[in-house]
């Protein structure tokens, strides 16, 4: 079973950072495109940033600088660090695994707050 397994996230004051992991397994991990989304309440789920199976790096304009995606083909792992964290950063982190179909994390909560 396709399993994807966030972690990391936490309260945080603006300015800080946190480190989101995603571990999965039932799935040939280096042959996936990986990503991060993101949901805030009252909005849509917003891509984050990806990484493909080919090491190629996107990222929305907001979190550009601030954010960097990874990935540990050897750990089934993918890492998103965030820096200088923002209060509009607030939302539901989910990890996401791309190819032929389309698989979820159950999502991290990251709360950026004063």
């Known amino acids: 079973q396709v399993q994807l397994v966030e972690s990391g996230g936490g309260l945080v004051q603006p300015g800080g950072s946190l480190r989101l992991s995603c571990v999965a397994s039932?799935?040939?991990?280096?042959?996936?495109?990986m990503g991060w989304y993101r949901q805030a309440p009252g909005k849509q789920r917003e891509l984050v940033a990806t990484?493909?199976?080919?090491?190629?790096?996107n990222y929305r304009t907001s979190v550009k600088g601030r954010f960097t995606i990874s990935r540990d083909n050897a750990k089934n792992t993918t890492y998103l660090q965030m820096n200088n964290l923002e209060p509009e950063d607030t939302a539901v982190y989910y990890c996401?695994?791309?190819?032929?179909?389309?698989?979820w994390g159950q999502g991290t909560q990251v709360t950026v707050s004063s």
């Open positions: 996401n695994a791309a190819l032929t179909k389309m698989y």
């Open positions: 039932g799935i040939i991990f280096s042959g996936f495109n």
């Open positions: 990484i493909t199976r080919g090491g190629t790096i």
